[in-house]
C-alpha cells in the first residue's frame, strides 16, 4: 500500500552467534551481571560527572563483594569512569564493554570515590576487581 515505511536493525553477528548458541545448549542467554543500579545518564550529566554514578549495589552481589560503594546519606556513591581499560561515560558505553564479556569473567572498575572529609569536594579514583555474575533467567536480574 505504500504507507509502510520500514525498520532496520543491526545485531553483530558475533552477538547473534553467542546467543544462538547459548539458548541451544542451556534454553537461555546467559549474561553477565554487575550487580549494580545506576543512575539516569542524565542525572550524571548534570552533577557533571565524567562517569556512571552507582545508585544501588545489589546485596551478595558481585559489585557488592569487590567493594563498590552506593549512594546513602545524602552523599554520592562511586562514579565508574572506565571498565577494563575503556572510559566509560554513559550506560550505553558500559553496557557495551559488558556485552563482550561472560560470566566468571574478572573485570577492572576504575571509580571515583568521594573523600571520607564531608567538607572536601574531591574524589579519589579507586580500582575494583570484579568477577561477573549471571543474571537470573526467570527474573533477568
Known amino acids: 500500500s505504500g504507507t509502510f515505511a520500514g525498520v532496520g536493525l ?3 553477528i558475533d552477538t547473534v552467534s553467542r546467543n544462538v548458541e547459548s539458548i541451544i545448549s542451556k534454553g537461555f542467554v546467559r549474561r553477565p551481571r554487575l550487580g549494580i543500579v545506576f543512575a539516569p545518564d542524565v542525572m550524571s550529566e548534570e552533577l557533571q560527572l565524567n562517569g556512571i554514578m552507582v545508585m544501588k549495589v545489589a546485596p551478595d552481589g558481585p559489585a557488592a563483594s569487590a567493594g563498590v560503594r552506593p549512594m546513602r546519606g545524602g552523599r554520592l556513591g562511586d562514579v565508574v569512569v572506565s571498565m577494563d581499560g575503556k572510559r566509560v561515560a554513559s550506560t550505553d558505553d558500559l553496557f557495551g564493554v559488558l556485552e563482550q564479556k561472560a560470566p ?5 572498575l576504575v571509580v571515583q570515590r568521594a573523600s571520607t572529609d564531608a567538607e572536601s ?15 537470573d533467567p526467570q527474573t533477568n536480574a
Open 104 to 108: 566468571g569473567d574478572l573485570v577492572k
Open 10 to 12: 543491526a545485531i553483530p
Open 121 to 135: 569536594d574531591k574524589y579519589e579514583e579507586v580500582e575494583l576487581k570484579v568477577t561477573l555474575g549471571i543474571t
